[in-house]
């Protein structure tokens, strides 16, 4: 089963504008981490923001904050005031807490939204 | 302070060729975890190396092994190449101790297997 899942290939955003980056997970743990990474065409994955399963407040970083609805598991990223800079792929990503066995502590990524900023 | 580093950035192989991966990690920095990315399959999981142990694996071949050296620094290989081995790897490095962690990606090393 697909553990992130984000529904969106490709996003158009007006610079200045705010734009919001959907994600939802599934996981029976009750202790995870979710992250989100931007991924400009150099390659590099770049972390923007954290949120963990137990924190009571939404993440904020800058420009970046997240949406976490946690009964609904979605972690939606928003990007207020987009910038041409922001233009790259974004990823979500979960870090399962709990030892499951092989494979355990990895960060698992969805395929990822294409966003590009128009002047 | 520093951040990841990769090498080299780029390299092309031949079929049944092997090619080792570098990545250095963040000074302080004991995990090291590894992750191929490819259009069609996406980000997935390698294996990941903390204090010079192998804690965790993915699905993938025995052809891609790695090791981590004392001082963090991790290596990857991929023994008998095949084209389908041709995608961008990326070393990520972390503290390495839940709960809270995070992960400093490298710009990663992209691989053409031809």
């Known amino acids: 089963a697909q553990k992130i899942t984000q529904t969106q290939p490709g996003m158009f955003v007006q610079e200045k504008e705010a734009v919001t980056l959907d994600c939802t997970y599934d996981?029976?743990?009750?202790?995870?981490?979710l992250f989100w990474y931007k991924q400009p065409s150099s390659g590099e994955m770049i972390f923007l923001i954290y949120?963990?399963?137990?924190?009571?407040q939404n993440a904020t970083e800058g420009r970046y904050s997240l949406n976490f609805q946690k009964a609904r598991k979605s972690a939606n990223l928003v990007i207020s005031a987009s910038q041409l800079g922001d233009s790259a792929m974004y990823f979500c990503?979960?870090?399962?807490?709990?030892?499951?066995?092989?494979?355990?502590?990895?960060?698992?990524f969805g395929k990822g939204t294409k966003l590009s900023v128009i002047p | 302070k520093a951040g990841v580093t990769q090498t080299p950035r780029y390299l092309i192989k031949t079929r049944g060729q092997q090619v080792t991966l570098s990545c250095s990690p963040i000074?302080?920095?004991?995990?090291v975890s590894w992750y191929q990315q490819t259009p069609g399959q996406g980000l997935q999981f390698l294996f990941e190396?903390?204090?010079?142990?192998?804690?965790n694996k993915g699905n993938f071949p025995g052809r891609f092994s790695g090791r981590q050296f004392s001082n963090s620094r991790s290596e990857m290989n991929v023994s008998t190449l095949e084209l389908g081995d041709s995608a961008l790897y990326l070393c990520?490095?972390?503290?390495?101790?839940?709960?809270?962690?995070?992960?400093?990606f490298g710009s990663g090393t992209r691989l053409t297997v031809v």
């Open positions: 996981t029976s743990d009750p202790s995870y981490g």
């Open positions: 190396y903390f204090s010079e142990t192998q804690r």
């Open positions: 000074s302080g920095h004991r995990s």
């Open positions: 990503a979960m870090r399962e807490n709990s030892y499951s066995g092989a494979g355990s502590y990895q960060l698992t």
């Open positions: 949120q963990g399963s137990y924190d009571q």
């Open positions: 990520a490095s972390s503290l390495g101790q839940p709960p809270n962690y995070g992960y400093t």
